[in-house]
């Protein structure tokens, strides 16, 4: 028996003395009210209504049973709403600043699809772990070495022309004696400003004989692409037989024409950007991502629910539950 909705109907025939107005207040047939009083009778062992051809009078046992039921249904539905309040109470989620606003509104739709309202939070990777230290989200992308992680995005080197070669190689960087130009910088967005992807690349730098300032961490992401696009060639300054597509000159070799500055991205921030991506031939460099809860919260419990809306909105080569290594 529901004790609850038995004391529903006991309460609404009680109050209305009918069993027939007071199931309809109760939302339910007349028989339904009738089969759950009854059994209420029964459960208590007394009779709560005296029955009539016409009317539902209340016991004396009944009279003093009505105001507890009364207060039971009463705190039930307070239960209830709270409930469902709860279940409307947006989830806040710390996500990486790489996401694109179409792939974070992708992730804020999918999670209303499994009934959760995300609040999202977009933060560089030791903010979001201050949050979800300090449990002012319920949950946060953290980053992590791929060896660790959930899911997985592969980066590379994407510059504003095309390259003209498989892998671009950290020491075709490196200045000669007799160059009087500019360095060409290796520019970091603040998602990759993190130990596990910036040391390699400082060792890196160091081994192949590049400059401190070759390798360079920019404010946020479009101040690095902001370099990097600098270098792109203006076609409307090229000669009109290039501009027309006819043949010009004989192009460079490949090591000649991979110039300007280069952004440490995934491919798809690359295509979003316009950029030529290409792997970095001395190294494989990914990004890492975990799900981690706040407080007691239980990461494999969110993730369950929104790990692989989280995928696509990271654009990551490894699912949810895959082996966190870089896509081949």
């Known amino acids: 028996?529901?004790?609850?909705?038995?004391?529903?109907?006991?309460?609404?025939?009680?109050?209305?003395?009918s069993f027939t107005v007071g199931a309809a207040s109760a939302r339910v047939s007349q028989p339904v009210a009738s089969r759950r009083v009854a059994a209420l009778e029964q459960r208590f062992g007394e009779q709560l209504f005296?029955?009539?051809?016409?009317?539902?009078?209340?016991?004396?046992?009944?009279?003093?049973m009505l105001p507890a039921a009364r207060q039971l249904v009463q705190a039930a539905d307070v239960l209830?709403?709270?409930?469902?309040?709860?279940?409307?109470?947006?989830?806040?989620?710390?996500?990486?600043?790489?996401?694109?606003?179409?792939?974070?509104?992708?992730?804020?739709?999918?999670?209303?699809?499994?009934?959760?309202?995300?609040d999202l939070r977009v933060a560089a990777p030791a903010r979001r772990l201050e949050l979800v230290h300090a449990q002012q989200v319920r949950a946060a992308v953290l980053a992590v070495p791929a060896a660790e992680a959930t899911w997985s995005v592969r980066l590379g080197l994407a510059g504003a022309r095309d390259p003209g070669?498989?892998?671009?190689?950290?020491?075709?960087?490196?200045?000669?004696?007799?160059?009087?130009?500019?360095?060409?910088?290796?520019?970091?967005?603040?998602?990759?400003?993190?130990?596990?992807i910036r040391d390699p690349l400082t060792r890196l730098r160091d081994a192949v004989g590049l400059r401190p300032a070759q390798l360079a961490v920019a404010p946020d992401l479009t101040t690095a692409a902001a370099e990097v696009l600098a270098d792109a060639p203006d076609l409307t300054t090229a000669p009109a037989e290039v501009r027309a597509g006819a043949p010009g000159p004989a192009a460079p070799p490949a090591e000649a024409r991979v110039t300007g500055d280069l952004l440490l991205c995934s491919p798809a921030q690359a295509a979003e950007?316009?950029?030529?991506?290409?792997?970095?031939?001395?190294?494989?460099?990914?990004?890492?991502?975990?799900?981690?809860?706040?407080?007691?919260?239980?990461?494999?419990?969110?993730?369950?629910?929104?790990?692989d809306a989280v995928a696509r909105c990271l654009g990551a080569d490894t699912p949810a539950g895959g082996d966190g290594g870089p896509a081949a």
């Open 80 to 118: 209830l709403d709270e409930a469902e309040a709860v279940k409307q109470k947006p989830w806040r989620l710390a996500v990486p600043g790489i996401c694109t606003t179409a792939g974070l509104a992708r992730l804020v739709a999918d999670a209303r699809s499994q009934g959760v309202r995300l």
């Open 273 to 307: 950007l316009g950029l030529h991506w290409r792997p970095l031939g001395e190294i494989a460099l990914s990004r890492g991502f975990v799900l981690a809860a706040a407080g007691d919260g239980n990461p494999q419990h969110v993730e369950a629910r929104l790990g």
């Open 50 to 64: 005296e029955r009539t051809s016409r009317r539902a009078v209340l016991t004396p046992f009944g009279r003093d």
């Open 165 to 196: 070669v498989r892998r671009v190689y950290a020491e075709t960087l490196r200045v000669g004696r007799a160059c009087s130009g500019p360095a060409r910088r290796i520019w970091l967005q603040p998602e990759d400003d993190v130990p596990h």
């Open 1 to 17: 028996m529901d004790l609850v909705e038995a004391c529903r109907a006991f309460v609404g025939v009680g109050e209305y003395g």
